[in-house]
C-alpha cells in the first residue's frame, strides 16, 4: 500500500476506564478521501475511539499515525491546527451570535486570530468573504444574519458542519450527524454532507444503517473492543461475523 494515500493509521490502540477495558486492540487505516463509517453495537466504543482520536482522552496504549507523522497523545488543540476537526454540538456554539458570526469565529480561528482582533479590512474582507462561501455551500446563505437560536434544529445540523468545515480540515469526524431527525431532513444533510466534504477524508459514526450504506465507501466494525471488519459496504454485508454480531438479519 501507498503510505502517502494514508490519512490515519491506527495501531493496536486500547483505553480502559478505571480498569474496565473498552478499546483492545483497535486497528485502523484511513484512506485520503475515504468516506469511512464505523459501525457497532451501542457502547462499543465509537465514541470513544473519536475522542482519542480527536486527542479529547489519551490512549492507554497503542499509536495513533496521522498523515504520516506520530500524534498519539496530542491536545485537540493542536490536532485541530493539523487539520483534524470533530463536528460541533450546536450547544457548543455562541447561541447569541448570528451564523455568520459563527462561522467566521472558526475561520479566524484556523487563522489563529482571536474573535475580537480586528486585522486590516482588506483580510477582515477575506474572512467575510470565506466564511459566507461556507455558509452558502451548507444553504444557509439566507439566514446569515440570524442568531443560532432562530434555526430549526436541522439548519442548526447544517450550522455545525459549516463551522466544522470554517476550519479548512482534512480529516472530519461526524458522531451521528442525523441523530434525531426526520427521514426528509436525514436525506437532506446526507446529501449535504456527501457534496460539501468532497475531496476531503470523512469519518463519520452512524447507526442508521440506510445513511451508512448510502454514504460510505468503506465500512468499519467495532465490536468488543476490536475492529472485526474493514472494507466495502459489499464486503460488510457479506461478512458473516458482522452478520453475527451486528447486522444480524439486515
Ligand atoms: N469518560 C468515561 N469514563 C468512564 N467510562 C466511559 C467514559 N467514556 C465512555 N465510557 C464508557 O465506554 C463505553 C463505550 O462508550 P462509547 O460512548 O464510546 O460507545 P459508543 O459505541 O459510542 O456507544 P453509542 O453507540 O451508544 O453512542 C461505555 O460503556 C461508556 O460508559
Redesign the pocket.
Known sequence: MNESLEVLRIEKLC?D??G?E??SGVDLIVKRGERHAVI????????????IITGK?KPSSGRIYYRGRDVSGLSPDVLAQMGIARSFQITNVFQGLTVLENVLAGVRSKRGLKYSFFRRPVEQRELVERAKQIIEAVGLYDLMDRPVTSLAYGQQRALEIAITLSLDPHLILL??PTAGMTREETKNVIELIDRITRGRTLII?E?DMDVVFSLADTISV?HHGVIIASGSPEKIRNDQRVKDAYLGEE
Open positions: 483505553k476506564f478505571s474496565l473498552i478499546l457497532g453495537p451501542n457502547g462499543a466504543g465509537k465514541t470513544t475511539l473519536f475522542n482522552y458522531d451521528e459514526i447507526h467495532l
